[in-house]
C-alpha cells in the first residue's frame, strides 16, 4: 500500500528537523563545555582557584567567594579575556572584610634648647588639654611647645596613661632629651651634665617606673676633661697599682689594661676616659713605660701629658738601667720626653729632709705641723688651708725654718690640694717626695690626686698614693632604697608609737619625737611614693571612724611638712576600722587596730576596661587597688587641717578610745 505524497514529505522534514535539533543541542553542549573549561583553566592558571564557571547557552557565569574587590575585578578580567566580555555574568560574593585592628599608639617627647615638640598618636578618649598642662608644668619658663599629636578613635590600651605620666613626670629631670613612649615601655634617651647626674638619674626612674612597663635608659654623660691627662704606675713585689690611669678611647684603655695585666695589674683597677689626650700615640706611649717598669722589676712611672718620668727602685743595676732607658726612648712616640732618675743610696745614711705634715680627720678636722720658709709663707699657706678645709677647721702648728727649698710653699700646697681631695687622710711632704694617704667616698680621688700633684709638682717628681675607696662615704651609696626606708619607719614605731588625743586627730605631746626621728629618715629617702595609713578600732560607727582615721593620716602628714619634708609623692588615706591586725574584741587588739602605717605605693598592673582613665592630670602616685577600697564608702571626704584637727569629726566620734 502506498502513503499519500504529503505524509510522505511532511514525515521526511519531520524527521529532518529531529536530526537538526539534536545537532543542534549537541554543538551548543560541546560549546558550553569547551568554554566553561576554557575559563575555568584560565582561572586556574591566575590562582583564582577560589572561582567556580559554568556555562548555559553563550554565557559563562562565575561564582564563588573572592578574598576581596579586587581578586573579584581580577576574576572578572581573566574570564573576559577568553569570551566576550558581554557574555560574563558575575554571580560572586567578596568575603566580609574584617574589623580595621586597632593603631599602636605612641608619643615622642623631644626637648632641646628650641623647646619641646610632642610628636604620635594618642586615643581620641585622651584628656589633651590636661597633657599639655602636664608638660607646661614640666617645661622652663617661657620654653614653647609644639603640639603635633593626631588621634584615632579606638581602646586605650592597657598601662597607656601609666606610661604617658612617667614620660612626662622623667621629662622634669631632662633638659635634653628624647623619649618614646608606648603601652608597655618607655624609652629615654638623654644625656647628663656628669656621670653622678647620670647615675642619680637612672637610679630614680628605675625606682618610679609602673609595673607592667619596660624601661629603656640610653643616658649618656659627657666625658669630663682630664687635665693634666696622667697615668701613673706602682711596681713592686711583682704586683702592679696605678695611682691614675688615663684613656681618651675603649680602644686605648683596653690597650693599656692588657700591657698591665701582663706585668700583675689585680682586678677592679681600670683607666678614666676622658677628653684632653696630648696624642693619639697616647697608649704606644703608656705600653711602651709600663712594658719599661716591668723590665726594670720595679719603681715608678708617670706619664703627665707628654712627659714621662721613670723612677727605677734603688738598687738597680746601672747596665740595666742604661739599657731599658735606651731601649723606651727608641720605642717612644716623637712628642714624648723620658725622664728618668735611678736613685742613688747613700752610704753614710740621708740627713734630715725638710718635711711638712697636714692631717684631716673624718669631722673635716685638719692639722699641719712642719717647717715652712718665712711668715709670709706661713701666711699663705694658712689662707690657703682654710680656703680648702674651712676658717674654724684648721689647727696650724707650723713653725719657720730658714732650710726649706727655693719652691716649698708650691710643694706645700700641691699635697694641700691632694688632701682636700679625700673624707679623712693625710699628705707627707719632703724635698724630693709628697706621700698621700687616706679615705675617701669619690671612686675617682686616686686618678684626680695623681692628675694634681703631676701638675704642681713638676716633671720627674715622686710622689706616692695609697688611697682606699669606702662605700660608706660615697654620697651616692648611701642613699637609701625605698624598701630600706619602708624597713626603717617600721623600725621606728616598733619602739614608740604615733599617739592622739582621745577621740582626735591632734597629735599627742609624746608623738614628736616620734615624728622627728620619721622625719630626718625621710629627709634622706628623698622622693618617695608613700602611702600615710590611718587605722582604727571597730569601737563607734564606721563612717566616723573613717572619718577620724583620715583625719590622723593628715595630722601626720601636715607635721611632716610643717618639719620642711617634701611631701609631693605622699597621700595620705584613711581606712576606719577596714583593717584590724588584731581581735576587736580585747583591749590589747584594740589598741594595736589603732595605729599610723607608711606603706610604699606601688603602681599596679592595669586590669582590662573599657573606660580606662586616661587624664595626665592625675597625681602619679597610685594607690593599690587596695588602698583604694575604703575610700569608696568615703563620700565626704575629709578636709586636710595643717593643725591636725577636724572639729566635726572630733565632735561626733562617740567612743574616746578611738
Known amino acids: 500500500m502506498r502513503l499519500p505524497l504529503n505524509l510522505t514529505v511532511a514525515t521526511t522534514f519531520g524527521l529532518a528537523g529531529i536530526v537538526s535539533l539534536a545537532a543542534a543541542s549537541l554543538t551548543a553542549t560541546v560549546i558550553e563545555d569547551s568554554t566553561q573549561a576554557s575559563v575555568q583553566a584560565a582561572l586556574d592558571k591566575g590562582g583564582l582557584e577560589w572561582a567556580e564557571t559554568y556555562a548555559e547557552g553563550l554565557e559563562v557565569f562565575l561564582t564563588g567567594t573572592a578574598p576581596n574587590e579586587a581578586e573579584r575585578f581580577r576574576a572578572m578580567s581573566t574570564a573576559g579575556g577568553i569570551v566576550d566580555a558581554a557574555r560574563v555574568i558575575d554571580n560572586m560574593n567578596v568575603a566580609a572584610i574584617a574589623a580595621l585592628e586597632a593603631p599602636k599608639f605612641s608619643v615622642e617627647i623631644l626637648r632641646n634648647d628650641a623647646g619641646i615638640s610632642v610628636i604620635g598618636l594618642i586615643p581620641q578618649a585622651q584628656d589633651r588639654d590636661a597633657l599639655m598642662s602636664r608638660l607646661e608644668k614640666a617645661a622652663d619658663k617661657n620654653e614653647s611647645i609644639a603640639d603635633l599629636l593626631e588621634t584615632a578613635d579606638y581602646a586605650v590600651p592597657q598601662r597607656w596613661s601609666k606610661s604617658l605620666r612617667f614620660a612626662v613626670d622623667a621629662l622634669r629631670d631632662l633638659p635634653r632629651s628624647k623619649i618614646s613612649v608606648d603601652a608597655d615601655a618607655v624609652r629615654i634617651t638623654a644625656m647628663a651634665d656628669s656621670i653622678e647626674e647620670k647615675l642619680k638619674l637612672e637610679r630614680d626612674f628605675a625606682k618610679d617606673t609602673p609595673k607592667g612597663v619596660d624601661l629603656i635608659l640610653d643616658i649618656s654623660a659627657p666625658r669630663p676633661v682630664i687635665t693634666p691627662f696622667t697615668l701613673r704606675a706602682i711596681f713592686a713585689d711583682g704586683s702592679l697599682r696605678f695611682d691614675a690611669c688615663s684613656a681618651d678611647t675603649e680602644d686605648t684603655r683596653a690597650e693599656i689594661l692588657a700591657a698591665a695585666d701582663l706585668i700583675g695589674l689585680p682586678d677592679g683597677q681600670d683607666c678614666r676616659i676622658g677628653l684632653g689626650v696630648p696624642s693619639p700615640q697616647w697608649s704606644k706611649a703608656s705600653v711602651a713605660s709600663l712594658e719599661a717598669l716591668s723590665e726594670l ?131 707627707t711632704v719632703t724635698s724630693d717626695f709628697v706621700e698621700v694617704s687616706g679615705l675617701t667616698g669619690s671612686t675617682n680621688a686616686s686618678a684626680e690626686i695623681s692628675q694634681v700633684l703631676a701638675k704642681r709638682l713638676g716633671e720627674g717628681q715622686q710622689f706616692a698614693i695609697d688611697v682606699a675607696y669606702v662605700e660608706a662615704l660615697d654620697p651616692l651609696a648611701l642613699i637609701p632604697t625605698p624598701e630600706e626606708c619602708i624597713a626603717k619607719l617600721q623600725a621606728v614605731q616598733t619602739k614608740a608609737k ?142 586636710e587641717d595643717t593643725n591636725g584637727e577636724n572639729t566635726e569629726a572630733q565632735e561626733t566620734v562617740p567612743d574616746v578610745q578611738n
Open 297 to 427: 722589676g720595679g719603681g715608678t712611672v708617670t706619664l703627665t701629658d707628654a712627659d714621662i718620668s721613670l723612677v727605677a727602685m734603688a738598687g738597680t743595676d746601672p747596665a740595666v738601667f742604661d739599657r731599658v732607658v735606651a731601649k723606651t726612648e727608641k720605642n717612644l712616640p716623637e712628642l714624648f720626653a723620658l725622664h728618668a732618675t735611678l736613685p742613688q743610696i747613700d752610704e753614710n745614711g740621708e740627713a734630715e729632709k725638710t718635711e711638712f705634715i697636714a692631717t684631716l680627720s673624718p669631722e673635716g678636722l685638719m692639722q699641719m705641723r712642719g717647717k715652712l720658709g718665712s711668715a709670709l709663707s706661713q701666711t699663705t699657706i694658712d689662707s690657703y688651708a682654710q680656703a680648702r678645709f674651712g676658717n674654724d677647721n684648721v689647727y696650724d702648728a707650723l713653725r719657720l725654718s730658714d732650710q726649706v727649698p727655693a719652691n716649698w710653699p708650691s710643694r706645700v700646697m700641691a699635697g694641700l690640694d691632694a688632701l682636700s681631695k679625700l673624707s679623712n687622710g693625710a699628705v
Open 498 to 639: 604615733i599617739t592622739f588625743e582621745p577621740g582626735s586627730g591632734t597629735l599627742d605631746a609624746s608623738a614628736e619625737p616620734i615624728i622627728d626621728a620619721i622625719a630626718v629618715i625621710l629627709e634622706d629617702c628623698g622622693e618617695l611614693p608613700l602611702e600615710i595609713q590611718g587605722h582604727t578600732d571597730s569601737q563607734g560607727r564606721e563612717s566616723m571612724n573613717l572619718a577620724l582615721s583620715q583625719n590622723r593620716a593628715q595630722s601626720v602628714l601636715a607635721a611632716l611638712r610643717d618639719r620642711r619634708i617634701l611631701t609631693g609623692t605622699f597621700a595620705a588615706l584613711g581606712y576606719g576600722e577596714a583593717k584590724p591586725i588584731g581581735d576587736n574584741e580585747t583591749e590589747e587588739g584594740r589598741e594595736a587596730n589603732r595605729r599610723i602605717e607608711f606603706v610604699l605605693i606601688e603602681p599596679v598592673a592595669d586590669t582590662p576596661a573599657p573606660n580606662e582613665e586616661t587624664n595626665v592630670s592625675e597625681d602619679t602616685s597610685e594607690p593599690t587597688e587596695e588602698s583604694q577600697a575604703p575610700l569608696e564608702n568615703n563620700a565626704d571626704p575629709v578636709e
